[in-house]
């Protein structure tokens, strides 16, 4: 059974990065055809999708997010990870590790993190 476990921080001052973890067990990030997302919500914009890495380390980004983040994968440890730069209170959500399959339904969910950024 795949598990995904969000990590990281709970509060951020504005400016600085966000920085959230993603452990997966119980299955492999490099399996075909899968995706791993990070997707965020919070009340005054409801769910957003960031972006994704595939299972052989490609990765998009949406374009509302493009310019300050970044998601990497560490195969060794089984896991991947979103940096998110120059934080604002605005990026104050519940931040969720997804897997997307093969039939681009996104089918698991991490249980999420709460991320508040303030001073």
């Known amino acids: 059974q795949v598990q995904l476990q969000e990590s990281g921080p709970g509060l951020v001052k504005p400016s600085q990065t966000l920085s959230l973890t993603c452990a997966v067990s119980?299955?492999?990030?490099?399996?075909?055809?899968?995706?791993w997302s990070w997707i965020r919500q919070s009340p005054g914009r409801g769910l957003e999708w960031m972006g994704v890495?595939?299972?052989?380390?490609?990765?998009f980004y949406s374009p509302s997010f493009k310019s300050r983040t970044s998601i990497s994968r560490d195969t060794s440890k089984n896991q991947f990870s979103l940096q998110l730069n120059s934080v604002t209170p605005e990026d104050t959500a519940v931040y969720y590790c997804?897997?997307?399959?093969?039939?681009?339904?996104?089918?698991?969910w991490g249980q999420g993190t709460q991320v508040t950024v303030s001073s």
């Open positions: 890495i595939t299972f052989d380390g490609s990765t």
């Open positions: 997804v897997r997307e399959s093969r039939d681009s339904l996104y089918d698991l």
């Open positions: 119980g299955g492999s990030i490099t399996a075909r055809f899968y995706a």
